[in-house]
Protein backbone atom coordinates (compact mmCIF):
# COMPACT_ATOMS: atom_id res chain seq x y z
CA UNK A 1 0.00 0.00 0.00
CA UNK A 2 1.37 3.61 -1.41
CA UNK A 3 0.64 6.67 0.81
CA UNK A 4 1.85 10.17 0.62
CA UNK A 5 1.85 11.70 4.00
CA UNK A 6 1.84 15.84 3.94
CA UNK A 7 2.55 17.85 7.09
CA UNK A 8 3.91 21.69 7.44
CA UNK A 9 0.46 23.41 6.88
CA UNK A 10 -1.25 26.04 9.57
CA UNK A 11 -2.04 29.54 10.24
CA UNK A 12 0.38 32.40 9.25
CA UNK A 13 0.16 36.31 9.06
CA UNK A 14 0.50 37.66 5.32
CA UNK A 15 4.16 38.23 4.64
CA UNK A 16 4.45 34.98 6.81
CA UNK A 17 6.53 31.58 5.72
CA UNK A 18 5.43 28.06 5.88
CA UNK A 19 7.39 24.59 4.69
CA UNK A 20 5.43 21.83 3.56
CA UNK A 21 6.62 18.38 3.47
CA UNK A 22 5.37 14.97 1.48
CA UNK A 23 6.65 12.00 1.79
CA UNK A 24 5.73 8.93 -0.42
CA UNK A 25 6.13 5.33 1.43
CA UNK A 26 5.13 1.84 0.55
CA UNK A 27 6.02 -0.47 -2.04
CA UNK A 28 7.99 2.19 -4.26
CA UNK A 29 10.27 1.27 -7.15
CA UNK A 30 10.67 4.37 -8.68
CA UNK A 31 9.76 8.27 -7.84
CA UNK A 32 9.30 10.07 -10.91
CA UNK A 33 7.65 13.74 -10.77
CA UNK A 34 6.48 15.17 -7.56
CA UNK A 35 4.54 18.33 -7.15
CA UNK A 36 2.14 20.33 -5.12
CA UNK A 37 -1.44 21.37 -6.12
CA UNK A 38 -3.94 23.22 -3.71
CA UNK A 39 -7.91 24.18 -3.71
CA UNK A 40 -8.42 27.47 -2.50
CA UNK A 41 -12.44 27.55 -0.93
CA UNK A 42 -15.34 27.40 -3.64
CA UNK A 43 -12.51 26.74 -6.65
CA UNK A 44 -10.90 23.98 -8.37
CA UNK A 45 -7.53 22.13 -7.91
CA UNK A 46 -4.76 23.89 -9.44
CA UNK A 47 -0.87 23.28 -9.80
CA UNK A 48 1.36 25.06 -7.69
CA UNK A 49 4.64 23.69 -8.24
CA UNK A 50 6.21 20.71 -9.81
CA UNK A 51 9.74 19.01 -9.86
CA UNK A 52 10.86 16.22 -12.52
CA UNK A 53 13.13 13.52 -11.37
CA UNK A 54 15.63 15.45 -12.62
CA UNK A 55 14.59 18.53 -10.12
CA UNK A 56 13.57 20.63 -12.96
CA UNK A 57 10.99 22.68 -11.67
CA UNK A 58 7.75 24.23 -12.83
CA UNK A 59 5.42 27.12 -10.97
CA UNK A 60 2.24 28.57 -11.56
CA UNK A 61 2.50 32.25 -12.44
CA UNK A 62 0.91 33.10 -8.87
CA UNK A 63 3.68 32.15 -7.02
CA UNK A 64 6.99 32.11 -8.84
CA UNK A 65 9.44 33.85 -6.98
CA UNK A 66 7.71 33.42 -3.67
CA UNK A 67 7.39 29.64 -3.47
CA UNK A 68 10.37 26.56 -3.94
CA UNK A 69 9.98 23.08 -4.84
CA UNK A 70 12.46 20.30 -3.90
CA UNK A 71 12.75 16.98 -3.17
CA UNK A 72 15.30 14.36 -1.45
CA UNK A 73 15.03 11.30 -3.39
CA UNK A 74 16.88 9.22 -0.98
CA UNK A 75 13.81 9.94 1.35
CA UNK A 76 11.13 10.08 -1.33
CA UNK A 77 9.95 13.39 -0.04
CA UNK A 78 9.03 16.36 -1.65
CA UNK A 79 9.11 20.01 -0.07
CA UNK A 80 7.71 24.03 -0.79
CA UNK A 81 8.75 26.29 0.90
CA UNK A 82 6.28 28.92 0.79
CA UNK A 83 7.62 32.78 1.33
CA UNK A 84 5.89 36.35 1.27
CA UNK A 85 2.46 34.52 1.80
CA UNK A 86 -0.56 36.10 1.06
CA UNK A 87 -4.30 36.13 1.85
CA UNK A 88 -4.99 34.55 -1.66
CA UNK A 89 -3.11 31.44 -0.87
CA UNK A 90 -4.98 30.24 1.71
CA UNK A 91 -6.43 26.66 0.56
CA UNK A 92 -5.99 22.72 0.89
CA UNK A 93 -2.31 21.44 -0.45
CA UNK A 94 -2.28 18.13 -1.59
CA UNK A 95 1.07 16.23 -2.56
CA UNK A 96 0.79 14.64 -5.93
CA UNK A 97 3.38 11.67 -6.95
CA UNK A 98 3.77 9.80 -10.27
CA UNK A 99 4.94 6.59 -8.66
CA UNK A 100 6.13 3.36 -10.01
CA UNK A 101 4.94 0.64 -7.39
CA UNK A 102 5.32 -3.28 -6.61
CA UNK A 103 2.62 -5.14 -7.12
CA UNK A 104 1.78 -9.08 -6.62
CA UNK A 105 1.48 -8.99 -10.86
CA UNK A 106 4.09 -6.64 -12.08
CA UNK A 107 4.95 -3.21 -11.61
CA UNK A 108 2.54 -0.56 -11.55
CA UNK A 109 2.59 2.84 -12.70
CA UNK A 110 0.06 5.39 -11.30
CA UNK A 111 -0.68 8.84 -9.86
CA UNK A 112 -0.60 8.74 -6.10
CA UNK A 113 -2.36 11.71 -4.21
CA UNK A 114 -1.67 13.00 -0.63
CA UNK A 115 -4.94 13.79 2.02
CA UNK A 116 -4.23 17.76 1.65
CA UNK A 117 -3.07 20.21 4.56
CA UNK A 118 -4.63 23.27 5.49
CA UNK A 119 -2.80 26.45 5.06
CA UNK A 120 -4.56 29.66 6.00
CA UNK A 121 -2.94 32.68 5.78
CA UNK A 122 -5.16 35.45 7.72
CA UNK A 123 -4.09 38.52 10.61
Known amino acids: QVQLVESGGGLVQPGGSLRLSCTAS????????MGWYRQPPGKQRELVAS???????NYADSVKGRFTISRDNAKNTVYLQMNSLKLEDTAVYYC?????????????????WGQGTQVTVSS
Open 26 to 33: GSILSVYA
Open 96 to 112: NADLLVGRMFGPLRNDY
Open 51 to 57: ISSTSST
